[in-house]
């Protein structure tokens, strides 16, 4: 999954499960600015042969949360640009079934006026 993607199509994020590996991915692609850095976070992760991947993914401002299956967590400070605002979805070396998709927005914590 691609998030934060620019108008040209551009990724500022990928989240990923590595099947071969084990684990879930967050990888920061955004130029390097306002404290932001090009990191790779992973977490340990197996899925069962037969088990779904079910993530649930928060975006806000800054901070990027990935929960899979209920029982991994991973999180990554990011610094996209106003535009940024795709997301795109495929699987490199293999397929994937996309089963359900849920979007909604988040309410600022701080009033506004």
Not at 12 to 36: C, E, F, K, M, W
Request: hydrophobic share 45%.
């Amino acid at each position: 999954m691609e998030l934060f993607c620019t108008p040209d199509g551009n990724s500022t994020l990928s989240v990923a499960y590595d099947r071969a590996q084990h684990r879930i991915l967050i990888v920061n692609t955004a130029p390097v600015r306002r404290g932001s850095s090009r990191t790779v976070h992973a977490a340990p992760f197996a899925l069962a042969d037969d088990e779904a991947l079910k993530l649930h993914v928060f975006l806000d401002r800054s901070i990027v949360g990935v929960f899979a299956n209920e029982r991994c967590a991973i999180t990554m400070r990011v610094y996209p640009d106003e535009g940024c605002q795709g997301i795109k979805l495929f699987a490199t070396g293999g397929s994937a079934h996309l089963v359900a998709l849920d979007s909604w927005r988040m309410e600022a914590i701080w009033p506004t006026g």
